[in-house]
């Protein structure tokens, strides 16, 4: 059974960083797509961030180029979001998601990001 655990959300003044980790168990992050999604109060969950397997390719959504970077520790089976350069709307609601071909999509319960003015 997949398991997704977020942590690292927090409070931080806009143009600091923070680092979300998603630990998995029940599957091995290198052969899962990894993704980082986001909901704000009000808004549709939305796209953030994705790294492939086997190769590590990433992606990321347009409004966070250049600022965040996924990575993954397959020795810790943790996927990574760092953010840096933290905006008032990047503030949301943070999950991790999972797909692997035996288990289909996997969500993590979320961590939450504030960022004050």
């Known amino acids: 059974q997949v398991q997704l655990v977020e942590s690292g959300g927090g409070l931080v003044h806009a143009g600091g960083s923070l680092r979300l980790s998603c630990a998995g168990s029940?599957?091995?992050?290198?052969?899962?797509?990894m993704s980082w999604y986001r909901q704000a109060p009000g808004k549709e969950r939305e796209f953030v961030a994705t790294?492939?397997?086997?190769?590590?390719?990433?992606d990321y959504a347009d409004s966070v180029k250049g600022r965040f970077a996924i990575s993954r520790d397959n020795a810790k089976n943790t996927v990574y979001l760092q953010m840096n350069s933290l905006k008032p709307e990047d503030a949301a609601v943070y999950y991790c998601?999972?797909?692997?071909?035996?288990?289909?999509?996997?969500w993590g319960q979320g961590t939450q990001v504030t960022v004050s003015t």
């Open positions: 029940g599957f091995t992050v290198s052969s899962a797509a």
């Open positions: 790294i492939t397997n086997p190769g590590g390719t990433t």
């Open positions: 998601r999972a797909y692997t071909l035996h288990y289909g999509f996997s």
